[in-house]
């Protein structure tokens, strides 16, 4: 088994109910010009303001960017990054979901870097650091607080993009559970399960033959630094996620989810994800469902494809989500998740006809970076299996 172990991470994690209160100090150990990347509901919310307050008052100049787009349409990010070069921001905030955050590292890297988007596309082609990054999450989650990737919607391509590379990772992380009580139902289900398949996608990586003193990929694969956060992460999330949905205010529940998705976001920031984030790249632009309900919803049947050649791996996530040492278990268990924070059960019921599975399985072979860290070869073959299995909502078609 490979003893390789790698973990990028932000170089300060702060925690915890009323975390959001060390923004000032991080905020001044940059400087006293900070650029606050939102998303104009959130620039709304008392513990925005709050926030804002709290740096004007010490002195701190804050410029606030609140024209982030759900999907981060490219030539927004643009605009951004002009006028964010114009203020000149000793340190960029990112207060919000996966949206604003991943938009925070956009233009950190633009305002450090120039030029557009379409030259970052991919791995590793960011040449240096960026402008630093202080991320705040109000959604537990898509990780992005911990994670060198950042996702945006390019009008010129057909499916979302991926800016990866370490210079995109967060400086420093302040994760508030309370920032996330507001986060309606919808966005707490598929946000909070697709943490849920950050955790399972990065504990069954494959291992990849890397030598760290030759390349060092984004994704490592198989990591045994990451193995611990990945399965405690499942532990917090499995019985937390419905409760969190179910009862928004839950502050024990929010807690875990919040803790969960962090520490999913620090495993596979550095491993990778594999399968279900592949497939949910097409399947999300032909359909425009979030990125986690696809995510969710495919991952019982990457899950039952992964059985046969990782089965230690996922007794181990069954004992962590409670069910004892059984993969079997753990798939059922996932599932029964999904359906009860409202997944929908089949392709079908999200609009996909059968004459659009070819096209999707061929567009998710064009995500190699994410299939390679899958732990099974994977071909079109695989993929159109795993597509017509969740079309009719029906695992058992992939246990023969
Ligand atoms: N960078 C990464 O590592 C990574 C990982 C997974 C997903 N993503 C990306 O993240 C995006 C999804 O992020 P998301 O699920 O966090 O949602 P989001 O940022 O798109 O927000 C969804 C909606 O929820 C609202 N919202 C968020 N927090 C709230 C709160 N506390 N109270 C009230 N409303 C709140 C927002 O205003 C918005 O309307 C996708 O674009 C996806 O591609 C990135
Ligand atoms: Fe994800």
Redesign the pocket.
Known sequence: MSQLGVLRLPRTIDFGVLARHTLTLAVTSYGDRALIVV????AT?AEFEDAVSRLRDVGVGVEIQSG?E???PVETLHSAADSAKKFGPDVIVGW???????AA?LIALLAAHGGTLLEYYGENRVPGPVVPLIAV???A????E??????V?DSNKAL?I?VSSPH?IPSVAIVDPE??????PK?TA??GI?ALV?AVESYTARSLDVNLAETMPVSVGQNRLSDPLSLEAARLIGPALETAVARPGDIEARTAMARGSLLA?MA??STGVHLS?AIQYPL?ALTHT???LG?GMMLPYVMEVCAPVVPDRLAEIGEALGVGADGAEAINRVAEIGERIGLPRKLSEIGIQASDLPQIAELTLESRRLTNIAPLPVDLALIARILEAAFEGDRTLLRS
């Open positions: 998303d104009p509901f959130l919310t982030i759900p999907e981060l919000g979901g996966g949206s604003a955050l991943d590292k999450p109000t959604t989650g898509t990780g992005s911990a994670t060198p990737v950042a996702v919607a979302k991926g995109l920032l996330t009580i507001g986060a309606p966005v598929y946000s697709d950050h976001g596979f920031g984030h999300g979030p990125h986690g995510t």
